[in-house]
């Protein structure tokens, strides 16, 4: 069949959509199926490490298993994630018979649907089919989503030089901080960045809609880190760094929130610079500062907070591998911020009030802050541990110990 493509935008709100496969190509499309409100029905025998944190979170409903014709009954969309060509029509053919719309990552030209090259400004989506050609519709895709951006104007990027041969350049590797969680807190020139890559290696809290905005040929590497679950050593990571850059290619290795902070961006850049790769910093917006502002926390409060200290709690206290003085901690009477410690919070909170911090000290934790997922609990310094396993609190969460946390409800009562 031929003819022009007929645009529509998909309602899916509340609706089944079926993703089969669960690499890197699902990863991609998964986030923003879920942004729209989709019922993702996701069927795979391995999931990588994001879409895990998905299922694992509730985001969506994984089947550990192959496809089966009947997973498409009540669906509406169905998009095919998979590289074998015969696994993938067996999914257009199920799909055919019951007039279900698919999307095929393997052959576009098999699709009855294709996935346009989408960027988001606010309220406004755009999404541009380029006839097949999905260079062209990143080229359009890029040069609108520049005059979109009232800041900075329209943004010149590689991907918009359509026609232009292929650049002749050395390797780079750019640390890119995501920011913490929506998609458009990532700075400008980080997603500039991200535009001109042709790897990206990607963390688990790297907001999925960025990703879904990729160029179709970038590579997409899931380096996910689910708190104490399923890892791909650093060294790996480094080398996979590495390699990309001094085989030619550009690399972005996306970090949510910031790459210093608590991201060991300082061992990867060691590793480039001891390869003679090198290497762009863009500073992101830390959780650690994002998190309670969005919850309505200064993290410093004329008259209330000088100072704020922000600590990582990993490792428990009493463990010998723990680098934290929480002895000194305990004395201070800043805002203190604890990131990754929701497993060791109980261990935490019962250190400092033992080293002299009050127990009534107000206390907050903020769940996927900025995110549609966000959830914010009050407490006190002695009663947030239990809180959070009673309110089913869960990572990647952010805690907040100061007179900060009723600040403003304080100053505007």
Known sequence: MSGNPYPLGLRLAG????????????????????????????????????????????????????????????????????????????????????????????????????????TRHGPVTVAVLGGGDPR???????????????????????????????????????????????PELITVRGWRLLTEADVVVADRLVPGLLLDELRADVELVDASKIPYGPSRAQEEINRILVDRALAGKVVVRLKGGDPYVFGRGGEELLACAAAGVPVTVVPGVTSSIAAPAVAGIPVTHRGVA??????SGHVAPDSPASLVRWDALAGLRGTLVVLMGLKNLAAITATLVAHGRPAQTPAAVVQEATTGAQRVLRSTLGAVAADVVAAGLRPPAVVVLGDVVEALSASTG
């Open 306 to 311: 000088h100072e704020f200290t922000v600590v």
């Open 15 to 118: 609706r089944r959509v079926v993703v089969v496969g669960g690499g890197a190509v699902a990863t991609r499309r998964v986030p923003a199926l879920l942004d729209a409100g989709a019922h993702v029905f996701l069927v795979a025998p391995e999931l990588t490490p994001a879409l895990r944190a998905h299922a694992d979170a509730g985001r969506l409903h994984w089947a550990p298993r192959r496809f089966a014709p009947d997973d498409l009954d009540g669906a509406w969309l169905v998009q095919v994630a998979v590289d074998d060509p015969l696994a993938a029509a067996s999914v257009s053919a199920a799909a055919a018979e019951r007039r279900i719309f698919c999307v095929r990552a393997d052959d576009r030209a098999a699709a009855t649907a294709w996935t346009p090259a989408v």
């Open 136 to 182: 062209r519709a990143m080229a359009v895709r890029d040069a609108v989503r520049g005059l979109l951006d009232v800041r900075t104007g329209p943004l010149s990027t590689p991907a918009a030089q359509e026609g232009t041969p292929p650049r002749a350049r050395a390797g780079r590797v750019a640390l890119v901080g995501a920011g913490p969680g929506d």
